[in-house]
């Protein structure tokens, strides 16, 4: 079927799709209820062509049954599951903003320097509750489902119009004794983001996740990645086996305490990390306390607002923002 022609799909009108991977697109589309109801949201679609479907189908259900009982501000809200005999689809919360990848390389572009080290380690903070939630997330019976999101890169955290970071796209999760991909063997993710215990197929926990997000924090702070991303094998082999260039040499204004944050959740040993997200978020508010820096909400959307509206060359930090967020 043809989406983009804005044909009604059961409730709900396509408008335009925001994006597509291997598997599936997203689509913001318009749902229509009784009364004249309307809401806009994001619609996921499994792609009609795809390989694989049952699996892909079932990725996509289990995503959807998990991430509808999560409630938290820090990750994407799911509505519905359906589907007809040829498509499976997720209706979810429509988050207008911007990835933060989208965000580090238009202050890249515009400013010729990483992210503000407070800014950066509020979003890691901010995402850390989130990640926590799902980490700790259990069934009605207080059975913990011990989710791991597996794909937890800059792509999948957007920032919304109001400050808030937002966790997305749980499609590849793991959930132990509970997902029917449990045991696959197939490499799933995205390599420069992976944890060398998830390269190397052995069991994972929430600490893979803790690994990805030190990727995050390393990137947003240097403005590249830790590891070589121009080959896969040569990022498989360097995630596993090679130690990344401490931060502070790629960006001084990183304080020492934030780098050994970030060097300890990218441990190759996943019992050398933090124990949790909670404990990183934990840490990083310390730091920021014995600097006397408070980065909000409005703070973060004020900064982002005035960078994707500034001109590429900037000749004066915005005198209504903190300093530290120039």
């Given amino acids: ?25 997203v689509w913001e589309v318009k749902l229509r209820g009784v009364g004249g109801f309307t809401k806009h949201i994001a619609l996921k679609v499994l792609r009609n062509n795809t390989e694989q479907r049952h699996e892909a189908q079932q990725r996509l259900i289990s995503e959807a049954r998990i991430v509808s009982e999560m409630h938290h501000p820090h990750i994407v ?16 919360e ?40 799902a980490h700790q997330f259990a069934s009605k019976e207080h059975k913990p489902f011990s ?38 063997a197939k490499l799933r993710g995205t390599p420069a983001f992976m944890s060398p215990e998830q390269i190397r197929n052995e069991s994972i926990d929430h600490r893979s996740d803790l690994f990805s997000l030190g990727v995050i924090f390393y990137a947003l702070l240097c403005g590249c990645l830790p590891f070589d991303n121009k080959d896969i094998f040569s990022t498989l082999y360097q995630i596993v086996s090679k130690q990344p260039d401490p931060p502070r040499q790629k960006n001084p204004n990183i304080p020492p305490e934030i780098e050994h944050i970030i060097l300890s959740l990218l441990a190759k040993d996943p ?31 004020q900064f982002t607002r005035n960078l994707q509206n500034q001109p590429a060359t900037l000749t004066q930090d915005n005198p209504t923002l903190p300093e530290q967020l120039g």
């Fill in 147 to 184: 989710l791991v999101h597996r794909d937890l890169k800059l792509k999948n955290l957007i920032l919304d119009q109001n400050g808030f970071i937002k966790i997305i796209d749980f499609g590849i999760a793991r959930v132990r004794d509970i997902s029917p991909t449990t045991h696959s």
């Fill in 1 to 25: 079927m043809d989406w983009s022609e804005g044909l009604l799909f059961e409730r709900y009108e396509f408008l335009q799709r925001l994006g597509e991977g291997g598997q599936a697109e």
């Fill in 77 to 92: 809200e799911i509505y519905d599951v359906g589907g007809t005999e040829h498509s499976v689809y997720i209706a979810m």
């Fill in 271 to 301: 019992a050398l990390r933090f124990d949790s997200a909670c404990a990183v978020q934990h840490a990083i508010q310390i730091i920021l306390h014995k600097h006397q820096i408070r980065v909000d909400y409005e703070d973060i959307a």
């Fill in 94 to 133: 429509l988050v207008r903003g911007i990835d933060l990848d989208s965000l580090l390389q238009i202050h890249l572009q515009k400013r010729q320097k990483p992210l503000p080290w407070p800014l950066a380690s509020q979003l890691i903070a901010d995402t850390c509750k989130g990640l926590h939630h």
